[in-house]
């Protein structure tokens, strides 16, 4: 006997006829075990991850086997992806009916383009959510047992982009503001603006010996640091290299960083 369905039976939902969704996932700063519990989760029930070039392999590892992996990163300096060309195909692929998932390194509302694709994807009518990850500047904190707002010396902390859409610093960022704060101030991607950084903050008439760090890798086994003075800090990145992004931490409250046994310095030697 044949037996035919009744026309109001709800067809199988599969990937093509479900609704399609996409959820931006922060990976943190590249340990795995500093990942969220949701993060963990939706990468379970990922069908396609879009991930960027700073994701680590141990937090890729954690992806369900059985979804595509798409890398979709952006470097400075290198050939990369257009943000225009991952929205295009975030939307593409939700409304594939898939759930899509956009792993960004750190935390996907600093500093990672989360705004542009959120506008992007509900424009389109995409349901979109985000899962919150560690931002670098708090695992360096972390990594070097450093409050970031201590109540001696520092009662704010600021996070800078270290480069505009041009790679240069951008341009209406208010140096005697930072240089007056009398707080914490963080760069990231910085590397190749360090020198103007020090410059313009100097002329800001901020001290040359106000304490800084280079922090490269945070959290993986290559992490790296090295203490300064804010004079020499050209010099300290320089010594980490631009291979690997670095973050740049200014402020008295890297005083005594070096004291927490989490660095070695030349620039503490050479001071010695």
Aim: with cysteine.
């Amino acid at each position: 006997m044949n037996i035919r369905h009744s026309p109001m039976q709800p067809e199988p939902v599969t990937s093509l006829t479900r609704q399609g969704r996409v959820t931006l996932v922060g990976a943190g700063p590249g340990d795995p075990e500093l990942l969220t519990l949701k993060a963990l989760r939706v990468l379970a029930s990922a069908d396609i991850v879009l991930f960027d070039d700073l994701v680590s392999e141990p937090v890729l590892a954690l992806v369900r086997q059985q979804a595509r992996k798409l890398l979709v990163g952006k470097r400075a300096g290198r050939r990369s992806c257009q943000q225009d060309d991952i929205n295009a195909r975030m939307i593409r692929l939700a409304r594939r009916g898939h759930h899509v998932v956009r792993l960004k390194s750190g935390d996907p509302m600093v500093f990672g383009r989360a705004g542009e694709e959120i506008a992007r994807l509900t424009a389109a009518g995409i349901a979109v959510e985000v899962v919150p990850g560690i931002t670098s500047a708090m695992a360096m904190a972390s990594s070097l047992k450093v409050s970031l707002t201590h109540r001696d010396c520092s009662q704010s902390v600021r996070f800078i982009t270290g480069h505009a859409r041009n790679g240069a610093l951008p341009a209406n960022l208010d140096w005697a503001g930072l240089a007056r704060a009398g707080g914490t101030v963080v760069f990231y991607m910085g590397a190749r603006t360090a020198p103007q950084i020090a410059t313009r903050l100097i002329a800001a008439l901020q001290s040359p010996a106000t304490p800084v760090v280079v922090a490269r890798s945070v959290s993986r086994p290559e992490q790296a640091f090295w203490l300064g003075r804010l004079d020499e800090l050209a010099y300290g990145v320089a010594q980490l290299g631009l291979d690997q992004p670095v973050l740049i931490g200014i402020g008295e409250v890297f005083a005594n960083a070096a004291e927490a046994g989490a660095m070695l310095s030349d620039a503490c030697s050479r001071a010695a």
